[in-house]
C-alpha cells in the first residue's frame, strides 16, 4: 500500500472508532511501528487526526490550527488551486474574497488582473491586492481578529449585505462525507454566509486536508457552489454532491 493511500485508511479507521493505537495500526499494515508514528504526526500536522501517546484520535471539532502554521501547510497546492480559480475571474469584476490562506495565494495570483474591484473581510488579503493600483479594495467594517487579521461581527455581515456582485470566492476548514461545508468560528461562517447570499457566482478553494474534516459550525453545502477548485479528485461521497447538485469541479491534477 502507498504512503498516501495509508493515511487515507487511517483517517479513515480513527473516524470509525475513535481511536486507535500505534501497536494495532502498524499490525493492521503490516509495517512497522515507527512508521506508524510518522504516518500520525504528517496527519496530525495536516489536522486529519489529533496525535496522542500511543495512537491517534480524531481531529479537533472546536479548534483550528494556528494560522502561521496554516499559512505553509500545503502551499504549492493553494497555489495551484489559486491560479486555476484566477483563471476564472475575467478583468474588471466585482468579487467578494473571504478568510483563508487559500483565499490569500487567490489574492496574489489575481495581481495581474485589471479594474477588480474587491470586497473583503481579510485584511491579508486587502494588504496583497493594493499593491495592483487598478484594483480597488474595500475592507468591511466589524471586529478585526488578531490572530489572522480577520473582520468578524454583525457589522460585517451588514456590510457585505449592501452588495450584490459576480464572483464570492471562500474558503472553509472542512467538507463533510454528506457534502456539508464546515468551519470553526460562527461569526466567520456568518460573513460567508453574507457572500454567498450576495454573489452571482460561488467559488470555494479548499486543498485535499479538508476533505472529511469535521469543524463544528455548518455554513451550508456544496449545493450552494457553482465551482469547486482543489487539489484532488474528492472522495466518493463528495464527488455524488458535486454531481447531484451539478457543481463544476476543477482540479489542478
Not at 56 to 81: C, D, F, H, M
Not at 207 to 229: C, N, Q
Request: glycine letters at 6%.
Amino acid at each position: 500500500m502507498q504512503r498516501e493511500e495509508r493515511h487515507a485508511s487511517i483517517v479513515k479507521l480513527v473516524q470509525q472508532r475513535g481511536f486507535m493505537s500505534i501497536d494495532a495500526l502498524a499490525q493492521h499494515f503490516n509495517v512497522t511501528p515507527q512508521t506508524i508514528r510518522r504516518d500520525i504526526n504528517e496527519l496530525s500536522d495536516q489536522d486529519m487526526v489529533s496525535r496522542y501517546h500511543g495512537g491517534a484520535g480524531l481531529a479537533s471539532s472546536v479548534e483550528n490550527t494556528a494560522y502561521t502554521t496554516r499559512q505553509v501547510q500545503q502551499l504549492t497546492e493553494k497555489q495551484r488551486i489559486a491560479a486555476l480559480c484566477a483563471q476564472h475571474i475575467p478583468n474588471d469584476s466585482s468579487l467578494f474574497i473571504n478568510i483563508g490562506t487559500t483565499n490569500e495565494e487567490v489574492a496574489r495570483a489575481l495581481l495581474k488582473h485589471s479594474r477588480l474591484r474587491v470586497i473583503t473581510n481579510n485584511l491579508q488579503v486587502a494588504s496583497i491586492l493594493c499593491e495592483n493600483p487598478s484594483v480597488e479594495v474595500i475592507i468591511t467594517g466589524g471586529v478585526v481578529r488578531p490572530l489572522d487579521r480577520a473582520i468578524v461581527g454583525e457589522a460585517a455581515v451588514d456590510f457585505v449585505s449592501q452588495f450584490r456582485v459576480d464572483f464570492g470566492i471562500i474558503g472553509i476548514s472542512g467538507i463533510d462525507a454528506d457534502g456539508s461545508l464546515l468551519d470553526f468560528d460562527y461569526r466567520e461562517v456568518r460573513v460567508s454566509q453574507a457572500i454567498v447570499e450576495n454573489s452571482r457566482q460561488v467559488f470555494l478553494v479548499a486543498d485535499h486536508t479538508k476533505f472529511e474534516r469535521k469543524p463544528m459550525v455548518r455554513l451550508g453545502d456544496i449545493g450552494m457552489l457553482d465551482a469547486f477548485f482543489t487539489d484532488r479528485k474528492p472522495p466518493q461521497s463528495v464527488l455524488d454532491q458535486i454531481e447531484k447538485h451539478d457543481v463544476r469541479l476543477y482540479t489542478v491534477d
